[in-house]
């Protein structure tokens, strides 16, 4: 028996493999030998912070295995029964037509002769793509690289990805205090050790770090909130699940309705304006418009004080305990964690969320934000690292194979038709549409007011949709618009790229099946994006560079995306321009390697030999905690690269027209000044789906969609039978793994239903069967099931009205945006009521 | 010889399964003979974890109790067992032959804890085997323990001193689960959930403010203890014994005493206990 030991990566975290005799037969967290790590210390209130040595997966990567070689994989290409290119294409039996194997020479010849008629009889901008948010980890492979190479290469309508997870810090934060290089999201420096020094209350606000781990980062951040815990930090939690962080942190738990955070913090600021318990030299000096923000936080404006009454009416949490938040936030040093990386969560994906959004740092900027222990934290990233050793993420030009400096010969795609992942569907359906903005806006406030049209003028529509991935019909909103699209004759072909059989896959013309990063060579930092959010490795104890081995070759017939498009390429007579001249995926991590500093400490072969290399923060440490340098009124010395006035005469500014902290926003007075819906000064309105709504007489329960614990964005779920055995993920019944439905005992009792009993979720927009879960852990009125199920299964296929029984509860959620000029997905505003499934 | 066992912190479990998905890894369709036959695919760990949600909205807990095999000094499935199908190492790890217990169902009923699992397809019982197997090749812990983030999970040698587990049960108050069944558990637990009573008090013409400070009493006839309640009003006794009789007494200066009879037959939620002014 031969056994072999290879490095490798996953989303969440870097691990060992163990091959024997060409099996996979364990996977175990990254082992490093000792003296590779070089562990920081913190020293506060007279002790010493330090980490193990060691790497902290998030649960489902102990799993990987089983979805390497998951029954749902792709292993050989399929063709759709009754889709013949030279005949009868039959699109509208997409989603029913049953698939046969063929081989990679007949999958090629199909796709190649589509791509090329396509571009000859419309142009290449008729073909559209796009990959699914997160792809398996490792640069050479990752979305951004061979798939933007490809598609770029054939001149495709690129799609801009809305900021799903974040959009009311996307639409709106960047209003307040600009970070729009971070999308909204406010930089993490060292704000580990300005906690343990300096916090004595953390309010987590939408905010399940335990679950959601800053994204990438496995697990280690558990241990810093037990540190934070033990030394007695107040931890309250405003949720309307009582989540896994608070369980873990004996949080005290102010449960409150979705739509109604914007409300809940004007309370807050109410009473803190009336008792004048509030930072007035920071008001003074480092905001802007603090005096119209009063106005309407008195009511001198609309006659409606923002009281914690008034709040308690719109929220559902009693006045007293508003009031005593307000009180104890400003007595103590309190840091908000309003999600993930600071900010993210759900109440971001809820009608009008910019409202919320804005309001959590004009909360923070009422209480002198950057302040020792005041920070918007999401206690998941910020622990001591290094930044000046780089090596690409995947998000930076550099790690992707189209751009990077490491391509010989860089491709640039002249198209300039854009679409919108948000209204796809709609723009295959139902042209013309528009949008404003570009998706990440990460060059500017103003590229948020770019107006987009498509179809574009002098631009085709789109006749060809290659798709990579599999989960929109689980994480867009309003999701059966995607079945009715792939079902419409204006796509004339339709390819699925994938590892796994998913929700989307069985919509294909042509399924290609790709390998897993198991199967292939590769490198990446763990955790690391870089991008739009840059130094999120700091999110990680220590920074780890892995060189991800092939550990095994590729399944059945499956390839690397690399190699389906070099095969593709071929076929088209662009196999040199793709490969930029030939490189394998072996050496294109090599030229990755070069570029990034990685050779200054380490030649590839001992690098490849050893599998890792561990970049530990420098000894002495110097922290520049976030945003220390605004309250003190100085020039930013956080290593923030992409903050433009960093190291200018404007250091001391934000990003904001003003330069402040905007209680008025300048970007949105000067651009959008009549907007109700997103007025200069944050508002709290009232929810188009919400509480107050019309609808809530039909649908009287409010669905919370948070992203799931034990899953990634569909990745895991599904194909990973380990992850049914636990009752937070799916339960057993019947020979079916159902997703769960968490409901309160009173609404349960209320319509009969019994813990475990199938129930259907359903609105005029759907029906999804999942399993009660009835538990005290939510208020009642709400109903808490996860989005991101990796099975979608209609009772009816083909039916883009079907009642799912895979769970994908998305399919309940709107189309409408957060507001007419912020076009973000709002899937927390989502009325339903529930039944019990009797079949 | 070491004496090898573990201590289980309920406190620092935050429930992420990564324990029980490691044993999966470990175990599932992998022979590790003579000491295990694969855990079944349609199968579960032999780490298993029980989520126990108690309270009422809003004051809910949620604990997690991991519970391996707890390699009992005085272990019913050794000590009934015949031809050797159950025996016990010299390091203490006991162990259920795949060879010798096929068949044998009876040896699941052994276990009050109920800690031994069928295995249909093979035909045998199964449990936890402290990972044997790799702490032969040399490993310094079993798959659990090294999965566990938030170091709820520790293994070592009972018998030295010098051990990180014999030094973390000098310093804490160790516990075993159904100490009443009398195996002498070679693994334990810190802060198992106890029963607990909890509520929040306001004042009957501040209903506006929370209330802080307030005394609360809890007697069970023989003594009293007391706390206050904290910032939010909210008050918590816990660490308290099942299917007791308490009377609960909240006191404060200018208001009517309040008192309540309230029994742990289960956890306590009472709820908001309002004092009404006097005079």
Same mark, same amino acid.
Request: aromatic share 14%; proline share 14%; charged share 15%.
């Given at each position: 028996m031969t056994e072999q030991v290879l490095t490798s990566c996953t989303n969440e975290g870097p691990i060992l493999v163990y091959v024997q005799d060409g099996k996979v037969v364990r996977i175990r967290p990254l082992l490093a030998d000792e003296n590779d790590f070089k562990p920081w210390t913190i020293e506060a209130g007279g002790k010493l912070y330090t980490p193990p040595k060691r790497f902290n997966l998030a649960p489902f990567v102990h799993a990987e295995r089983k979805r390497l070689y998951s029954d749902d994989r792709l292993k050989y290409p399929l063709k759709r029964k009754g889709f013949d290119p030279k005949n009868k294409r039959n699109q509208e039996k997409r989603g029913v037509s049953g698939y046969e194997r063929i081989s990679w020479d007949e999958a090629l010849e199909i796709v190649s002769g589509e791509i090329t008629r396509i571009r000859e009889q419309?142009?290449?901008?008729a073909i559209t793509g796009l990959t699914s948010s997160h792809h398996n980890w490792g640069i050479v492979g990752y979305k951004m690289g061979p798939f933007q190479r490809f598609m770029d290469m054939l001149e495709y309508t690129p799609v801009f990805d809305n900021p799903d997870s974040w959009e009311g810090w996307h639409w709106g934060a960047t209003h307040t205090w600009g970070f729009f290089w971070r999308l909204g999201m406010p930089e993490q420096y060292d704000l580990l050790q300005d906690a343990l020094k300096n916090t004595e209350m953390i309010v987590l606000w939408s905010n399940d770090p335990d679950s959601t781990r800053a994204i990438y980062s496995g697990q280690d951040s558990v241990l810093w909130r037990q540190w934070l815990k033990d030394k007695n930090v107040k931890f309250v939690v405003l949720d309307p699940f009582f989540n896994y962080t608070a369980a873990h942190m004996d949080a005290t738990w102010l449960p409150l309705r979705p739509d109604s955070g914007a409300a809940v913090a004007q309370a807050i600021a109410y009473t803190w304006i009336t008792e004048n318990t509030y930072d007035k030299d920071y008001v003074s000096k480092r905001t802007l418009g603090f005096e119209e923000f009063r106005n309407h936080i008195l009511g001198n404006d609309d006659g409606k004080p923002k009281t914690p009454e008034w709040a308690a009416e719109e929220s559902g949490i009693p006045a007293r305990k508003i009031r005593t938040l307000a009180r104890e936030w400003a007595s103590k040093r309190t840091v908000l964690s309003a999600g993930t990386r600071g900010g993210e969560g759900s109440a971001s994906r809820q009608a009008y969320a910019t409202e919320w959004a804005r309001m959590m740092i004009l909360l923070q900027a009422m209480q002198g934000l950057g302040k020792p222990g005041v920070a918007i934290w999401g206690t998941t990233m910020g622990c001591p690292s290094n930044t000046s050793i780089s090596f690409p993420g995947y998000a930076d030009p550099d790690s992707r194979m189209g751009m990077s400096r490491a391509a010989d010969h860089p491709i640039v795609n002249p198209t300039k038709q854009r679409l919108y992942r948000l209204t796809l569907p709609e723009a295959i359906l139902n042209p013309p549409i528009d949008w404003w903005g570009e998706g990440f806006c990460g060059q500017s406030l103003d590229q948020q007011f770019i107006h987009h049209v498509y179809p574009r003028e002098g631009y085709p529509e789109v006749k060809m949709f290659y798709r990579y991935g599999s989960s929109f019909l689980a994480t867009m909103v309003d999701t059966s618009k995607w079945v009715r699209m792939y079902q419409s004759p204006k796509l004339e072909f339709v390819v699925n790229q994938d590892c796994w059989w998913g929700g989307e896959t069985g919509f294909a013309d042509i399924i290609l099946p790709a390998c897993t990063n198991l199967e292939r060579d590769d490198l990446a930092e763990a955790a690391a994006a870089g991008g739009y959010s840059i130094h999120g490795s700091n999110g990680n104890n220590f920074r780890v560079v892995v060189r991800m081995k092939k550990c095994i070759e590729p399944l059945w017939e499956s390839k690397s995306d690399y190699d389906i498009f070099t095969a593709i390429s071929e076929k088209l007579g662009m196999k040199d321009k793709y490969t930029d001249g030939g490189k394998t995926d072996l050496d294109w991590a090599k030229a990755f390697y070069a570029i990034s500093d990685l050779p200054k400490l380490i030649n590839w072969e001992d690098f490849d030999r050893k599998g890792y290399f561990i970049i530990n923060a420098d000894e002495p440490y110097k922290p520049t905690p976030a945003l220390r340098w605004f309250y003190e009124g100085r020039p930013c010395d956080t290593p923030d690269p992409l903050n433009k006035k960093r190291g200018t005469g404007l250091g001391d500014e934000l990003s904001t027209y003003s330069g402040k902290i905007e209680f008025q926003s300048q970007s949105l007075l000067k651009n959008f000044p009549d907007d109700e819906e997103r007025p200069p000064i944050p508002h709290h309105i009232l929810s188009w789906e919400g509480y107050r709504s019309e609808l809530y007489k039909k649908y009287p329960l409010q669905l919370v969609s948070p992203h799931p614990r034990f899953s990634f964005h569909t990745h895991y779920d599904k194909h990973t039978p380990w992850l049914n055995e636990i009752p937070g993920h799916r339960v057993m019944k019947d020979g079916y793994a159902w997703w769960p439905a968490h409901v309160h005992p009173s609404d349960a009792a209320a319509r009969g239903i019994k813990n475990d009993d199938i129930i259907k979720l359903y609105n005029d927009r759907g029906a999804v069967l999942c399993i009660a879960a009835i538990t005290e852990r939510v208020l009642p009125g709400i109903v808490h099931s996860y989005a991101s199920s990796a099975n979608y299964d209609p009772l009816e296929p083909g039916k883009a009205n079907s009642i799912d029984r895979g769970g994908c509860v998305n399919l309940l959620t709107s189309s409408r945006m957060l507001s007419k000029h912020a076009p973000g997905m709002a899937p927390g505003s989502c009325l339903i009521e529930i039944v019990k499934w009797e079949e | 010889m070491p004496r090898y066992g573990m201590l289980i912190n309920i406190d620092r479990c935050n429930g992420c399964y990564a324990c029980y998905l490691a044993c999966r890894d470990e175990f599932e369709s992998n022979d590790h003979l003579p000491y295990s036959a694969a855990q079944p695919a349609e199968g579960r760990s032999w780490m298993r974890v029980t989520e126990k949600e108690r309270g009422s909205t809003p004051k809910v807990r949620v604990d997690y109790v991991a519970t391996p +095999? =707890?390699? +009992?000094? #005085?272990a019913p499935c050794v000590d009934k067992s015949v031809d050797g199908a159950v025996y016990r190492r010299p390091d203490g790890i006991v162990l259920i032959d795949p060879e010798k217990s096929k068949g044998n169902r009876n040896i699941l009923s052994d276990c009050p804890h109920r800690l031994i699992y069928w295995n249909e397809e093979k035909n045998i019982p199964q449990k936890c085997t402290f990972c044997a197997h790799l702490l032969d090749m040399g490993?310094?812990?079993p798959r659990c323990v090294e999965a566990c983030p938030a170091g709820a999970v520790v293994f070592g040698d009972l018998d030295d001193p010098a051990s990180g587990i014999s030094k973390l049960i000098a310093s804490s108050k160790t516990e075993e689960l #159904?100490?009443?069944?009398? =195996? /002498?558990? /070679?693994v334990r637990y810190v802060d198992l959930p106890k029963r607990f009573i909890l509520g929040e008090v306001v004042l009957g013409d501040k209903k506006g403010d929370c209330a802080p400070g307030i005394r609360v009493q809890l007697g069970d006839g023989a003594e009293t203890i007391e706390c206050r309640t904290d910032s939010f009003g909210d008050f918590e006794f816990d660490g308290l014994k099942p299917s007791r009789k308490y009377t609960l007494r909240v006191v404060h200066k200018g208001y009517a005493t309040v008192e309540k009879p309230v029994v742990t037959n289960s956890d306590v939620n009472v709820g908001v206990i309002e004092l009404d002014p006097l005079g």
């Open positions: 419309y142009g290449g901008p | +095999c =707890l390699h +009992c000094a #005085n490993w310094k812990e #159904n100490p009443d069944f009398g =195996l /002498n558990p /070679n």
